[in-house]
């Protein structure tokens, strides 16, 4: 067998892997979209008919005609996760660029501190974190949904080797005509980040849109619940109704396809950046 024959077999077994993996993939996904349009009974007989024999949109009509606060946690869910990304992708941004590019007292300190806190699991933080907000009278409220996420060390490490790997010669150009530090990154860095920003963007907005811990520790009114935590009001101790907790997964799904597959293309571009030296 020739190298050429060889490569075109390897190619052609790794595609038939990779299609029966996307498969198994998707097929979850296929059910949870086929069981948001059949009625309950159907969904509990335990018939694996991926096509509904009761089509109805009845599931559909009761999350946002007959849930008086589905709206309300679709609300706080939209504004909890779009301000942790916007807050994320500033604060992220800037302690990325200052520890690439400044000079300044406990500059390695600082670092090593970031590179320590990724090696701590997010749930050790929660119990002092709930006790942070109780005692500053932050629990059941936005700030309190909010503050704990606006930065995150993965991502100011992420930005601090995108600025590592940004040509020099840009912010040198951008100092002989007069822009200070500040100037440099808001006019000249930021808006050739976009790879790394988009990237950024959607892993922080996926996590706060999913994320069920943090808001389950510290929000109590169901007015405040997002998206997870009202989903997981439809289970009850003798029902769960997944008719209608298909129903809204499938809402609560949509905006994160639709902010991957805008920002996907970024993606190489921004391995391509931060994967560089350090």
Known sequence: MTPISR????????????????IITIIPFVWALSASFKPLSEIVSGEPNLIPR????????????????????LFNSVFIAFSVTILNLLLNSMAGYALARLSFAGKRFWFLLILAVLAVPAQITLIPTFLILKAIGWLNTYQGAIVPSMVNATFIF????????????????????GLNSLGIFRHIVLPLAKPALAAQAVFVFMGSWNNFLLPVVILFDPEMFTLPLGLNSFKG?????????????????????AIYAFFNRYFIQSVTFTGGKG
């Open 237 to 257: 101790q003798y029902i769960s109704y997944w008719n209608y907790i298909m129903a809204a997964s499938m809402v609560f799904t949509l905006p994160a396809l």
């Open 7 to 22: 490569f075109s077999w390897l190619k052609l077994l790794l595609y038939a892997l990779l299609t029966v993996y996307a």
């Open 158 to 177: 992420m930005m601090r080797q995108f600025f590592v790997n940004f040509p020099k010669e840009l912010e040198e150009a951008a100092q002989l005509d």
């Open 54 to 73: 009761n089509f109805t949109f009845d599931n559909y009509k009761q999350i946002f005609l007959q849930e008086p606060l589905f709206w309300r946690w």
